[in-house]
């Protein structure tokens, strides 16, 4: 049994914690929200997730999981904490890093023995030097810490099995914290999933170009299904005739309304601002991202072509994939 704090009780914090303390570890769960951590003491979970309730409650009833918003309390007896704040978007696609800058400040002014940091926010590559340098600035006195890059690829709808059943999980750290990535590597074991090794800035970009990766194959299948439309094919058949293909497959093949969610629109964004700062060129990322917007636009066209006005219009779509229906309803 390890003691854990996890830091940010939001979407990867409060999956990451439980599914920690379901492992067997003692896990503290902090975030700056009372409301939050008053609401999850009291039984209710301000996320819905499949199997993330009973989890919940069956670690919080054998005493091992517990929310607070204090740090003292969290990091009293940690060797590991996990920062799973969130890094929204900037003003100009950036990652904002504010809330991950403050996450480490504070373990560092509270931090009384040695300690693995893991990065499991996504955060632009460099913040694992970045959170480094805030940890040793912020120290009242020197202890010893090793930081780690683990990035999170849970998707929201499954995200306990996804914590569960990974495809993999990625650890980077400098040659100097290589102790620190296998200490975490230990917390992953149980898991008996594949566990990649790596550095520190790689692991760091595996997360942005995954995500850059799927969005990309869904802004391809938007392109083909506007076509589609003009040739008289139809983009269903098509994605799913590709699909079998292994080299290509089924998933992130279906046309659409274009991407949302919490990451996809915001990390290509980020990683574009990267790549441009950096000097690079990023003419597909930024393709994506365009394609992305003139999907939206062109659902609003059809609809005002098909509707005429459709000002304080209730309109049900049927979103139609080969493998999947969904209803959405819009309000004008
Ligand atoms: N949600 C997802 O599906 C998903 C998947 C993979 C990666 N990520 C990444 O993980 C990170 C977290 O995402 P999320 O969806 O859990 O965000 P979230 O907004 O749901 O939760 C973040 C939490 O951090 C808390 N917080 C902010 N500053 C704090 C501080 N200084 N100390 C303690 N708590 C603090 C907030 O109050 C909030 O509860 C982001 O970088 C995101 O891009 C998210």
Known sequence: MKHICVIGTGYVG????????????????????????DALNNGE????????????????AAGRLRFTTSYEEGLKDAEFVFICVGTPE???GEAELKYVRAAAATIAKTM??????????????????????????NQPTPIKFGVVSCPEFLREGSAVQD???PDRTVLGST?????????VAQLYLPLRAPIMMTDLRTAEMIKYASNAFLATRLSFINEIANICERLGADVIEVARGMGFDKRIGHHFLQPGVGYGGSCFPKDVKALTYMAEEAGAHPQLLNSVTEINDFQRKRVADKLHELLGDVDGKTIALLETSANR???????T
């Open 175 to 183: 040659p100097e914290d290589q102790w620190a990535a296998e200490a």
């Open 90 to 92: 900037g003003d100009n």
């Open 112 to 137: 009384t023995r040695s300690l693995v940091i893991i990065n499991k926010s996504t955060v632009p590559i460099g913040t694992g030097d970045l959170v480094a340098n805030v940890i040793r600035n």
């Open 45 to 60: 979970m301000p996320i819905y997730e499949p199997g993330l309730r009973e989890v919940v409650e069956r670690n919080v």
């Open 163 to 165: 914590f569960v059943v």
């Open 325 to 331: 229906r969904h209803w959405t309803l819009l309000r």
């Open 14 to 37: 409060l999956v990451n914690g439980t599914c920690f303390a379901d492992l067997g570890n003692s896990v503290v769960t902090v975030d700056i929200d009372q409301a939050k951590i």
